[in-house]
C-alpha cells in the first residue's frame, strides 16, 4: 500500500515527582505551551496541555512512527528541563497513563482538559487518576501506583 493512515489519540496523565504542587499558575500557561511545542518538535499534534499545580493532562496524536512511551519520555524529559530553570529539584513522576480514545471523545477530553480547577475542587489527584483507570477498565492496586 503506498499511503499509511493512523489515528492514535492519547489522553496522557502525570504528576509531578511525589505531587509536589511545584506547577505555580504563573508557570502553567508557559509550561503548557513548551509541552506543546515539544510534542510538535517530534512529530505529535498536542490538541491541548492543561493540569494544576501537582499533575498535568494533555491530549496527543502520535504518527504512526512514535510509540507512546517514546512521546511521553521526550515531553516528560524536554518539559523537565526547562522546568529546572525555576525550580532546581523539578521532576515528574516515573510513570504516566496513557489511555487511547476515539474522535468522537475529543470535545469531552478537552473540555475535561479545561475545566481541571473545577475538578479538583471536589477530589484530588489520585481520586480523579483511580477515576480514569477505572474508566478505561485498567484493573491496578493503587499501594503500588502512588507509593
Not at 50 to 74: E, I, K, N, Q
Request: net charge positive; glycine share 6%; proline share 4%.
Amino acid at each position: 500500500m503506498p499511503h499509511s493512515f493512523c489515528s492514535s489519540l492519547y489522553h496522557c496523565v502525570f504528576s509531578t515527582k511525589e505531587r509536589r504542587p511545584l506547577i505555580v499558575p504563573e508557570i502553567q500557561t508557559r509550561l503548557w505551551s513548551y509541552m506543546g511545542g515539544v510534542a510538535r518538535e517530534r512529530g505529535m499534534k498536542s490538541l491541548i496541555v492543561g493540569g494544576m499545580p501537582d499533575h498535568v493532562h494533555l491530549l496527543l496524536s502520535l504518527p504512526s512512527t512514535l510509540a507512546v512511551a517514546d512521546a511521553l519520555r521526550a515531553i516528560k524529559h524536554g518539559s523537565s528541563l526547562w522546568m529546572h530553570q525555576s525550580f532546581p529539584h523539578f521532576a515528574w513522576q516515573q510513570g504516566y497513563g496513557a489511555f487511547s480514545i476515539g474522535w468522537r471523545q475529543v470535545d469531552v477530553t478537552v473540555a475535561y482538559i479545561e475545566r481541571q480547577a473545577e475538578h479538583h475542587k471536589k477530589r484530588d489527584f489520585q481520586a480523579e487518576f483511580l477515576s480514569i483507570l477505572k474508566k478505561h477498565t485498567i484493573e491496578c492496586d493503587s499501594r503500588y501506583i502512588f507509593g
